[in-house]
């Protein structure tokens, strides 16, 4: 689960980690109020305005800006808020912003990267942390990978205080400002650890001229599967965020991501379902979803499936590719049959059902009298549903 | 022979009074397999699946008093890191963990602990293993199988049984089925595996099954160019899944490299192994490569 930057800053704030304190807005007509009020209680005269979407690359896409006084910070929080922002993470027709931060500016002297994230390979936390801060991560690691410095923290011990002293040198941090970030790091990694988080990244982590060390951005992602220990946190989330498709499914237990094609797949496992878009590809055709129905496959997420998928009007035909290990195809097969004739289906539906009771399935699925294209093996399967959607739309 | 399991495993089933736990064991039993006991605190000295199996409060009982040494679990999510230690505390050789939905903190602490015993756990969140007409310790629908000299390995669930039936469609058996979860924490890498059919005398040929994100397939393909002479035929599915769906920024630069599936096909090829473009030709690819 994601949070918006203000979020992430009240809870680094919790964590004593100096951050750049602002106001959230999500109505122009408390903009004014905001901008006094920041004005006030952070003695600013300066002000950045910065759009609050979960996707980065904001400034890219104008919704962060620098404002010299009032008036031009009225006008650039007029502007974003309500505007809708295109960046190189969201999707092409962008996000709407809701919601500002009215922030105070700061007087930057040198600005870094800090994270912390879980490395896969070595099953460890790992922090990572750069001079390169304030740029794309990935463009440091690809073109100056030993910018990056890696610690990996023991679970067992935590993040030792050796480990806090050796990024924070080789960052070249001294004297009062080593002190800071030292304490900053190890607050950093405890709030992590406490909140389940999967990353937390700070990009960028500044000096500022007046030399305090601070938290100009922050980001987290959260462990869905810790979810449950963390009331506050899922308080956190805002659904106007997600595809509203995609949150729809989620209600259903469904897994299911919007593509740009045309053949809507539906299929039991996240690996399988993969594997059933890239032999659609294969076979010439291009898939209009990801749909995972998980394992437990009945009449109710077979009917809720085809509701989904077929609330994308560019899909043209459907595949049903079920490999029936605990879950039974007769029982699928069931499920198809009433869903197509409850939901009055008028696009062609072919459907491939394999293992547990699979004979006794297809035998269902020919009595019924539903107009439903029988398949036999994944490549038979595609090749159907891609001639199915080409032909449906000549 | 075959790995991990055979027909002399002595299973116990942690969680086995609970509905999944009792269904699963009931069908590992109807297999044939030694199901010896399970585990489930406060029920120790009752009975379950109508009486033919005793239950243990604890893993250290069921190692005990009836010799367990393999470990099925399907505990709930908030107490199954738990378990998992628990059974690599009481000396099970091999834990294998169902659960799915384990919070990933949890696991890397349980993975830590079993790193420091002679446990192996496979899992969590996976199908789990089949040695086929010897011992399944999971959920694979087992009939789908049958005995033979091809080793699987592979992430996902219903892809490994898409694969094992192309397999037995060609004629073609196997030695033993691994399914080692999709979690960002697992117990038992991909290359791992590679090393243990590459030791087992009944394994002609090795099926990887990988999956977009990560970089096991990465550093199971290098390994294997030094380590591995049989052949390994090797699919990798997510070729049309979206850039860019990937978690935040720094999950994706932590290994430094490109995890896509073109990108992880093109280094495996480069290291030898046999890769499969399209996710329907896995079996008969296999049977081409045994021919030769």
Known sequence: MKIHEYQAKEILKKYSIPIQDGVVVDNADAVESAINQVSTTFNASQFVIKAQVHAGGRGKGGGVKFSSSKEKAIENAKNILGMTLITPQTSAEGQLVQKIMVAEALDIAKEYYVAITLDRAKSKNVIMASTEGGMEIEEVAEHSPEKIIRVWVEPAHGLQGFQARYIAFKLGFEGEQFKQFTKLLSNLYKCYINTDASIVEVNPLVITEQGNVVALDAKFNFDDNALYRHPDIVEMRDTNEEDPTEVEASKFNLNYIKLDGNVGCMVNGAGLAMATMDIIKLKGGDPANFLDVGGGANVETVKNGFRIILSDPNVKAVLINIFGGIVRCDRVANGIIQAVKELDLKIPVVVRLEGTNAELAKQLLSESGVAIIPASGLADAAEKVVAAAQGAKN | ?292
């Open chain 2, 1 to 292: 022979m075959s790995i991990l399991i055979n027909k002399d495993s002595r299973i116990i089933v942690q969680g086995i009074t609970g509905k999944e736990g009792s269904f699963h064991a009931e069908q590992c039993l109807e297999y044939g397999n030694n199901v010896v006991g399970g585990v489930t605190p406060g029920k120790g000295g009752q009975t379950a699946l109508d009486g033919k199996v005793p239950v243990f409060d604890t893993c250290h009982d069921a190692r005990e008093k009836a010799g367990a040494n393999v470990s099925l679990i399907f505990v709930p999510p908030a107490f199954a890191a738990d378990a998992i230690k628990e059974a690599a505390d009481a000396g099970i050789e091999v834990i294998v963990c169902i659960t799915e939905g384990i919070p990933v903190a949890d696991m890397i602490d349980a993975y830590d602990f079993v790193k420091k015993t002679n446990s192996r756990l496979i899992g969590p969140n996976c199908p789990g293993l089949l040695t086929p007409g010897e011992a399944k310790v999971g959920i694979m629908p087992g009939f789908i199988a049958r005995k033979g000299t091809i080793g699987v390995i592979s992430k996902s669930g219903t892809l490994t049984y898409e694969a094992v039936s192309q397999l037995v469609a060609q004629g073609l058996g196997q030695s033993t089925c691994v399914g080692i979860g999709g979690d960002p924490v697992i117990g038992t890498k991909m290359k791992d595996l590679l090393q243990l059919f590459e030791d087992d005398a009944e394994t002609e040929a090795i099926v990887m099954i990988g999956e977009i994100g990560g970089s096991m397939e990465i550093e199971a393909a290098d390994y294997a160019k030094t380590h591995i002479k049989k052949p390994i035929i090797g699919f990798i599915a997510g070729q049309t899944a979206p850039a860019g769906r990937r978690m935040g920024h720094a999950g994706a630069i932590v290994s430094g490299a490109d995890e896509s599936a073109a990108a992880k096909m093109a280094y495996m090829k480069k290291c030898g192994i046999i890769v499969v473009d399209s996710p329907s030709e896995i079996g008969v690819t296999v049977k081409n490569i045994l021919k030769r």
